[in-house]
């Protein structure tokens, strides 16, 4: 569990790591159902990590609710010397999942915060409009409360009070 705030609102988020191990895979399933935001990520020094994106993304695409944000990470930037994928492959990739992408160094702390901070927006962003249509219905009720209560009265003076509907 982690508060951060964004855009002035503080938001709890809670996460869940599962290495990608295979071991995992059930529970994940389970964890996909109530997810609004997901990182997908490779080790940028193993390109068999980078392979098993797709699956990763598949499995996503199966079991995580419609809409879920996601984010595609390259990991271990800090191991510049291995590297086995490029940037430019996981930039391509993102974009053909229509996914954000950060590279990070989690030893180096590098885009930690920025890419964390950026899932959080998207998922706000997402859930936006529901924030706003669960504040509309109560002015709409009013609003239709009036509407009824003019309906069927003719204008005119003696009809200008209002009785109250409490």
Known sequence: ???IEVD???VRIQIWDTAGQERYQTITKQYYRRAQGIFLVYDISSERSYQHIMKWVSDVDEYAPEG???ILIGNKADEEQKRQVGREQGQQLA??????????????NLNIKESFTRLTELVLQAHR??????RTPASN??????LEEDEGKPEGPENSS???WC
């Open 1 to 3: 569990m982690k508060t």
């Open 8 to 10: 002035g609102i503080k």
């Open 68 to 70: 879920v944000q996601k």
């Open 95 to 108: 974009k053909e999942y229509g996914m954000d992408f950060y590279e990070t160094s989690a030893c180096t």
């Open 129 to 134: 409009k529901e924030l706003e249509d669960l």
């Open 141 to 146: 009720e009013l609003a239709l409360a009036e």
């Open 162 to 164: 209002k009785t109250c």
